[in-house]
């Protein structure tokens, strides 16, 4: 048997073991709600046996919560508006609000986090903005801006600039063919100033061009223009020309061997 000594009422009580340093009387409460025994060790200090009686009690009125004088005093400034910390006024940077902040935060410069992105955003931009260059298109000689890594390699706007300056490219690299070649004999014996292999529109390359009178020569060999394929380009091609205003001459194989193409030429 143990003497030992209660931690909360500070009697002495008798113990067969030195496990528990509380007494009977303080170790079992009675609850205020059903009026049942519960151990107080496993609740710690606790007015009710469990949850649920304390806020049943709460809700019937039955019970209310203690309170000391300080937090007494505290919830009545609340209630009238008094705040118990002071707070400093200050000017938003960006938007320029006031705002309250406590001395802790007397360094602050925006009111929200949302002006604060809003000037770092700025801040990059501007950043970004003194290490990139204009430059122009070679091919429809629009501006772009562009990084100082990029300078050489971008020389096209976009996709579609570069596809045309690819197939105007492989056009002019080429030899003309013969009936091609029959064509622009006859332009030089009239003496007319014509284009070859020319961007027409940004989208599609002619044969031949002459700017004087904003006529376009298409030269059509048999076995090429004679595939399914190669007919709707030429389709295609020619509904574009007689949209943006172009007059469209296109001339066969038969007629270019023939020379009778050559009435059908301006004069």
């Not at 060790?41 to 007015?47: F, S």
């Not at 070679?138 to 990029?150: A, D, G, H, Y």
């Not at 014996?189 to 020319?198: A, V």
Request: charged fraction near 30%; charge should be positive.
């Amino acid at each position: 048997m143990a003497v030992r000594k209660c931690n909360r009422c500070n009697q002495k009580f008798i113990l067969p073991t030195r496990s528990y340093r509380i007494c009977k009387s303080c170790r079992y409460k009675t609850c205020l709600y059903c009026k049942k025994q519960f151990n107080d060790l496993k609740v710690k200090r606790g007015i009710f046996c469990s949850a649920i009686c304390k806020y049943t009690a709460l809700k019937e009125g039955k019970y209310k919560w203690y309170l000391n004088e300080q937090t007494k005093q505290k919830m009545s400034k609340a209630r009238l508006g008094v705040r118990l910390k002071k707070y400093l006024k200050k000017e938003c940077v960006f938007c320029n609000k006031t705002f309250e902040v406590t001395p802790s935060r007397q360094d602050a410069k925006y009111c929200t986090q949302s002006c604060r992105s809003r000037v770092i955003g700025l801040k990059m931009k501007e950043k970004w903005a003194k290490r990139r260059t204009i430059k122009h298109c070679l091919m429809c000689n629009t501006s772009i801006s562009l990084p100082f890594s990029r300078l050489k390699r971008n020389k096209f706007c976009s996709q579609h600039c570069l596809g045309v300056s690819n197939i105007l490219q492989q056009a002019r690299s080429k030899k003309p063919t013969s009936i091609e070649q029959a064509v622009y004999n006859a332009l030089k014996q009239k003496g007319i100033l014509f284009e070859q292999q020319k961007n027409v529109g940004g989208r599609w390359v002619v044969d031949a061009y002459i700017p004087s009178l904003n006529i376009v020569i298409e030269c059509d060999g048999k076995y090429w223009h004679s595939l399914t394929e190669v007919q709707k380009r030429d389709v295609r091609k020619s509904a574009f020309l007689s949209q943006n205003g172009y007059q469209l001459l296109r001339f066969t194989e038969k007629e270019i061997n023939d020379g009778s193409f050559i009435n059908k030429l301006p004069n």
